[in-house]
């Protein structure tokens, strides 16, 4: 019943976007918008991370998933695609579009690592950061609502500009396998190590193109190994990848012209 239900809502709320009423219709990865330009046969662009998986040149992990695979590529269907990723795997992906605030800083090594691992309870990471006594760690977490210092550590809430201020000055970034914090790690030149969430297929998939180009990536956080793997990593000089930032008018400009082919 709640299938069903979903289903009719789905079709309800596409019925109801006015999607012809527009002459460019760019879709982010949306259902609604997509069933809507299909019902009624509105073309569509869809521009964004998911869409440079289209193709089969994008780095994926060494077992694919078929669900993954289907859901990626039939989610939101469009006429055109326009994918974001780290490398211009094929034609038609362009760099990550890197905003402002990151673009036109100036990056500082001021010594710490940035970590964001949602995924993760504190108290399984909390043991392996106070074991490297002498690195310093500013740990964004939900599990804090103000900023707290343990010994080594700088506990922090979740904060957009909390956290870029940590980015920009950090000696290197422990986080998932999302797509715009690595980029910006990658943009700004810091360390990074990657720990995509288990059984998040987009993000296994992040975590491969990763790997390709040198980034330390592990499956997840051994409790028996953790500590030496940060030191190892610690201990490894950041990679050379030269991550370019969307040109977004060039960029808009091909999307218009793919809507007016």
Request: proline share 5%.
């Amino acid at each position: 019943m709640f299938v069903k239900n979903s289903i009719l809502k789905a079709k309800k709320d596409a019925a109801s976007l006015p999607v012809e009423k527009y002459d460019l219709i760019i879709n982010d990865f949306d259902y609604i918008t997509a069933l809507a330009c299909k019902t009624k046969k509105v073309r569509s662009i869809q521009f964004g991370h998911q869409a440079s998986f289209m193709s089969a040149k994008t780095p994926r992990p060494y077992t694919q998933s078929l669900i993954g695979e289907f859901i990626l590529k039939n989610y939101a269907k469009a006429n055109h695609y326009v994918g974001l990723h780290f490398d211009r795997y094929d034609t038609h992906i362009f760099p990550p579009v890197i905003k402002d605030r990151i673009r036109n800083c100036q990056p500082q090594d001021l010594g710490h690592i940035t970590v964001y691992l949602p995924s993760y309870e504190k108290e399984c990471l909390r043991k392996h950061f106070l074991e490297l006594k002498d690195v310093k760690f500013q740990y964004f977490t939900h599990d804090v609502n103000t900023p707290m210092v343990e010994k080594n550590i700088e506990y922090f809430p979740i904060s957009n500009e909390g956290f870029t201020n940590s980015l920009i000055n950090c000696h290197g970034i422990v986080t998932g396998g999302g797509f715009e914090t690595p980029a910006e790690a990658l943009f700004l030149k810091k360390k990074l190590m990657s720990i995509p969430i288990r059984n998040h297929y987009e993000q296994n998939c992040n975590s491969a193109a990763l790997a390709k180009l040198g980034i330390t990536v592990l499956p997840d956080i051994d409790p028996l190994s953790w500590t030496e793997q940060l030191k190892t990593w610690l201990a490894t000089p950041a990679i050379e990848f030269e991550q370019q930032a969307n040109n977004i008018e060039a960029t808009l400009e091909h999307i218009i012209q793919l809507n007016e082919a």
